[in-house]
């Protein structure tokens, strides 16, 4: 009797179920407006932008191995170009989106140049040490108000939309479809073959460069992708603001830290773990934000617990315990069963 044949594939059943299950998530999720109040729709939207910002960090540490702690200052370069272009260049702010992306880009490759000579612990020192860069010299752009920050005009936000409700349907549409995009450009870049590559570098680099799998290239494509899109995302965050000030577009508690908490309790290394970790993270700060200095101690226990006892985080807890993935990636191999009763017969 012959083996039973093979076929290999990505996706099982419960892929399908989850996707079915995502799809309908996105279509309440695009409907919010007609559903949800104003005070929901901000905080959904703020869920959205935090997600695309701990989807990147952790495509970077997760993946290519650079673990940085200066992701702020691409935050802070997408919200100062906004407000550049917008304030002094009079280009309306959904045309400005698009351009921050390309100049975040372009940015990127110069200090990718620069900070890819240093390794480990002296790669994120000197991220973050770039970042402190950035925000010294928004600091010193006395057109945006200098060490105390600008507003956008009345006509700037008028722009966007006539009406209130309007322009936070709009906002909470950009925060949303970034997001998606993230998602998107994350997953499908990790089934390329440069993802392949990606995986095969961190899971083994000396293996990897034994391949022939140029490591320097593969990483530095992920920094500038990585830049680019941290940068629109920091200009939606701040074009929902309305203000802008080198400390809060450069800081590092709000758009490093946190970020760091959502991607390790949530599972570094997997599309699904910035996505739970974001939600428990939210959670926490909805529920004990109102306990101060209190409240940032739990979140430090709750790492230090899941780090303890589920080293992988959440994700990778239930992924080992039930074997089950949103976003396929690997390749799975099974029998083809069905076909060898078929020609038995």
Known sequence: MSNPPLTVTRSTPSNRAFLVLGLIILTVLIAAPWWAGRADLRLLGEF???????????????????????????????????????????????????????????????????????????FAIGTWVIAEVFRLISAQIAPLGGGS???????????IASGRSEREMTMYFLALGIAVAVLGVVYFF?????????????????????LGIDIWRTKFVV?????????????IIFLQKIRISPDAAFSVNDWTAFVIFMVVIGGIGTIEGPIIGTILFFILREYLADLGSIYLMILGAVAILVMLKAPSGLWG???????????????????????????GA
């Open 48 to 122: 959205f932008l935090y997600l695309s910002l701990a989807t990147l960090w952790n495509l970077m540490a997760g993946y290519a191995g650079l673990i940085s702690v200066g992701q702020q200052a691409y935050v802070g370069l997408g919200g100062y170009l906004l407000f550049a272009l917008t304030l002094l260049m009079g280009i309306h702010p959904l045309v400005a989106l698009c351009i921050v992306g390309f100049v975040g880009m372009a940015v990127a490759v110069p200090v990718a140049t620069l900070i890819f000579r240093l390794r480990g612990a002296y």
């Open 190 to 210: 990790l089934r390329s073959r440069r993802g392949l590559a990606l995986t095969a570098i961190r899971d083994n680099e000396l293996a990897a460069s034994s």
């Open 317 to 343: 807890f239930l992924k080992s315990k039930f074997d089950i993935q949103v976003f396929p990636l690997s390749h799975r191999v099974k029998e083809n069963l069905s076909k060898e009763k078929s020609n």
């Open 149 to 159: 920050g600008t507003s956008l005009p009345a006509s700037i936000v008028r722009s």
């Open 223 to 235: 920094y500038v992708i990585t830049a680019a899109l941290t940068t629109i995302v920091g200009a």
